[in-house]
T-cell receptor, first 115, second 112 residues
Framework: DTAVSQTPKYLVTQMGNDKSIKCEQN?????MYWYKQDSKKFLKIMFS???????INETVPNRFSPKSPDKAHLNLHINSLELGDSAVYFC??????????????FGSGTRLTVV | GNSVTQMEGPVTLSEEAFLTINCTYT??????LFWYVQYPGEGLQLLLK?????DKGSNKGFEATYRKETTSFHLEKGSVQVSDSAVYFC???????????FGRGTSLIVHP
C-alpha cells in the first residue's frame, strides 16, 4: 500500500491549459502539503492543509489553487499554465502541523512539463 | 525565523570513501532534526532523525548527531556505495512553526 500517492506521475501540456494533480494519503495524518521542486532540486513549500483547513499559503501565483475535500486528499489545480510552471510537484503529509517528531512522508512526485 | 544551511554539492566520492555532508541550523529552542534522501526520479524518503540534543540518528550505515552547542547535524557514512548516489536534504521541524524548513539539498555522486 502506497502511503502517499499522487497522480499523474508525468504531465505534459501546452501553455494556457488548465490541469490538476491529485494526492491521497492512507496514513491517517492530519496535515498535507504541496511542494514545488525546481531543476536545482530546491524545495519550495506552496500550501498546507490541516484537517481540510488551509494553514500555509505561500507566495505563489493565484493560478494555483489547492483543494482538500477531506483530510486524506489534497489536490492542486493550475490554471493558464506557463512555461515557468514546469517542475516536479510533491505532495507530502505529516502527523501534525509542524511535522512533529516523525517528519514528513512524501509522494513520488508529478513531473509537469509545459510546452 | 528557522533556517537550515547545507554544504553545496555535488560531492563526488569513490566507492568505499568516507562521507560527510555538513548541515547547520538556526532555530530557537529545541527543534527536531532530519535527513532525507531523494534517489533519482523518486520522492524524498526519511533517512534518519534526532529529536533532542546529543541524540544520534542512524539508518543504512548513515549517522548524524544532534549538536546543540554547534547547531549542527552533519551526515556521515563510513564507506559509501554507488547506490548511495542521491540528493540529501537536511531539515528541521519545530512545534509552533507551521513552515517546514528544508536545506537546499546536497547531491552525492559515488563512482565505482
Amino acid at each position: 500500500d502506497t502511503a502517499v500517492s499522487q497522480t499523474p506521475k508525468y504531465l505534459v501540456t501546452q501553455m494556457g491549459n488548465d490541469k490538476s494533480i491529485k494526492c491521497e494519503q492512507n496514513l491517517g495524518h492530519d496535515t498535507m502539503y504541496w511542494y514545488k521542486q525546481d531543476s536545482k532540486k530546491f524545495l519550495k513549500i506552496m500550501f498546507s492543509y490541516n484537517n481540510k483547513e488551509l494553514i500555509i499559503n505561500e507566495t505563489v501565483p493565484n493560478r494555483f489553487s489547492p483543494k482538500s475535500p477531506d483530510k486524506a486528499h489534497l489536490n492542486l489545480h493550475i490554471n493558464s499554465l506557463e512555461l515557468g510552471d514546469s517542475a516536479v510537484y510533491f505532495c507530502a503529509s505529516s502527523q501534525s502541523v509542524s511535522g512533529g517528531d516523525y517528519g514528513y512522508t512524501f509522494g513520488s512526485g508529478t513531473r509537469l512539463t509545459v510546452v | 525565523g528557522n533556517s537550515v544551511t547545507q554544504m553545496e554539492g555535488p560531492v563526488t566520492l569513490s566507492e568505499e570513501a568516507f562521507l560527510t555532508i555538513n548541515c547547520t541550523y538556526t532555530a530557537t529552542g529545541y527543534p527536531s532534526l532530519f535527513w532525507y534522501v531523494q534517489y533519482p526520479g523518486e520522492g524524498l524518503q526519511l533517512l534518519l532523525k534526532a529529536t533532542k540534543a546529543d541524540d544520534k540518528g542512524s539508518n543504512k550505515g548513515f549517522e548524524a548527531t544532534y549538536r546543540k552547542e554547534t547547531t549542527s547535524f552533519h551526515l556521515e557514512k563510513g564507506s559509501v556505495q554507488v547506490s548511495d548516489s542521491a540528493v540529501y536534504f537536511c531539515a528541521l521541524s519545530k512545534r509552533g512553526s507551521y513552515i517546514p524548513t528544508f536545506g537546499r539539498g546536497t547531491s552525492l555522486i559515488v563512482h565505482p
